[in-house]
């Protein structure tokens, strides 16, 4: 099973015959156990790596740290899910360290970005700070090296 996880992790469009010849199995014995990694819910979803400076040359992406004081009875857990109902909001995790929870969101704008954390974020109950990180540059994603589709566009520098 892990070798087909590993396979589906860096091309979940392989189809179950290509599947079958690189794991020496039938097509069938790939769809069944597809099939159970899905119901025992170990696969939850596919979906695309997107070069979003691509799609849109304005997109901004944002990895805001927050630190959340817990709830009684529910620890994280409530902050974490009324954060993942927001339609901008592309992941959401607990950390260890000096915050708490690692939202990753997307935008049009630096000031979707700014008003999504100020209106929305800042202001849920259990919130005490936020700290918000743009990214700048993606070389690396779920595996998938961006490096080589993009040239370097600042600057040469030298003392």
Do not use: W
Request: charged share 30%; aromatic share 6%; glycine share 6%.
């Amino acid at each position: 099973m892990k070798e087909l996880v590993d396979l589906l992790r860096k091309n979940a469009r392989l189809s179950n015959e290509q599947l079958s010849t690189i794991l020496g199995i039938s097509a069938a014995e790939v769809a069944e156990k597809i099939k159970k990694l899905e119901d025992d819910g170990m696969i939850i979803g596919y979906s695309a790596i997107i070069n979003e400076e691509k799609l849109d040359k304005n997109a901004v992406t944002a990895l805001i740290e927050l630190k959340v004081s817990p709830q009684v009875e529910c620890g994280y857990d409530d902050v974490a899910k009324i954060i993942s109902q927001y339609d901008e909001v592309d992941t959401v995790q607990l950390m260890s360290g000096s915050f708490d929870l690692a939202v990753i969101i997307r935008g049009t704008k630096l000031r979707d970005v700014a008003m999504f954390v100020s209106d929305r974020l800042a202001t849920l109950d259990g919130v005490l700070s936020t700290t918000t990180h743009f990214i700048l540059q993606r070389y690396k994603e779920k595996g998938v090296d961006f490096a080589g589709d993009s040239a370097d566009e600042r600057s040469l520098v030298s003392p």
